[in-house]
């Protein structure tokens, strides 16, 4: 049996994590949900040195940027948080069977150019999924930390926000103009590892790419290693 090689994590890198209901089911009933949830998400993000960027939790799935400190923690904090809401949600609710579809989805993001653009992407979805008109009338999203500057003891802002602007006001200011800029522009697919990008100058991709092709070089080696035992 051929072993299962592990998610190419590299070291340092942002991700946009996205975590479906299994069949589409929805995960959250009642605002309980999405608060517990919340609270095992920060409970998970401490202990695995995750930082949360920007979240999202809709009904049926939810969408998150995280930033990991090391490669492994990434998959180790889903895992433990995925297994904790599923017990919540099986006592609660008398379920069986299995919460969520699958492993979650990570598509790594280029710290400078992605995390705006998918963190717009991310708080706009209640308002494109119909759930909302503003994204400030949604009770289960990052927008407020950025747009209005509330303090969360989960959230922690990341660079490209903080040099919207020298003052707390203008920072949420811009933000908040840049997010209303995208409801009149094409949304980022979230499904490619970079997103869209309009006209410009092109990414500095060589260093993610090499993280990356040294990441696939170690998982083929250790898929070889295994299969001469």
């Keep these: 049996m051929t072993?299962?090689?592990?998610?190419?994590?590299?070291?340092?890198?942002?991700?946009?994590?996205?975590?479906?209901?299994?069949n589409g089911q929805a995960v959250f009933h009642h605002d309980a949900d999405y608060r517990r949830y919340l609270e095992l998400l920060a409970a998970y993000a401490a202990t695995h040195g995750l930082r949360v960027r920007?979240?999202?939790?809709?009904?049926?799935?939810?969408?998150?940027?995280?930033?990991?400190?090391?490669?492994?923690?990434l998959s180790r904090a889903m895992l433990g948080l995925s297994l904790a809401y599923t017990l919540y949600y099986q006592k609660r609710y008398g379920y069986q069977g299995h919460l969520w579809r699958g492993r979650f989805t990570s598509l790594p993001l280029d710290p400078e150019s992605d995390l705006l653009e998918h963190g717009r992407y991310v708080e706009l979805?209640?308002?494109?999924?119909?759930?909302?008109?503003?994204?400030?009338?949604?009770?289960?999203?990052?927008?407020?930390?950025?747009?209005?500057?509330?303090?969360?003891?989960?959230?922690?802002?990341h660079g490209p926000y903080c040099r919207l602007g020298a003052w707390p006001t203008e920072r949420q200011e811009r933000y908040r103009r840049f997010v209303r800029e995208g409801l009149h522009g094409q949304p980022v697919d979230p499904r490619l590892p970079l997103g869209r990008r309009g006209r410009g100058r092109p990414r500095k991709l060589q260093p993610i790419l090499s993280q990356f092709l040294s990441a696939l070089l170690l998982c083929f080696a250790?898929?070889?290693?295994?299969?001469?035992?």
């Design 3 to 22: 072993p299962r090689t592990g998610r190419l994590i590299v070291e340092g890198g942002i991700y946009h994590v996205l975590a479906r209901g299994n």
């Design 125 to 157: 979805h209640p308002v494109r999924s119909g759930l909302v008109s503003d994204p400030a009338n949604y009770g289960w999203s990052s927008y407020p930390v950025y747009a209005d500057g509330v303090t969360s003891p989960l959230v922690e802002p």
């Design 222 to 229: 250790k898929v070889v290693a295994a299969l001469r035992l």
């Design 54 to 73: 920007h979240f999202v939790l809709m009904p049926t799935h939810v969408h998150l940027i995280l930033e990991p400190a090391l490669g492994a923690s």
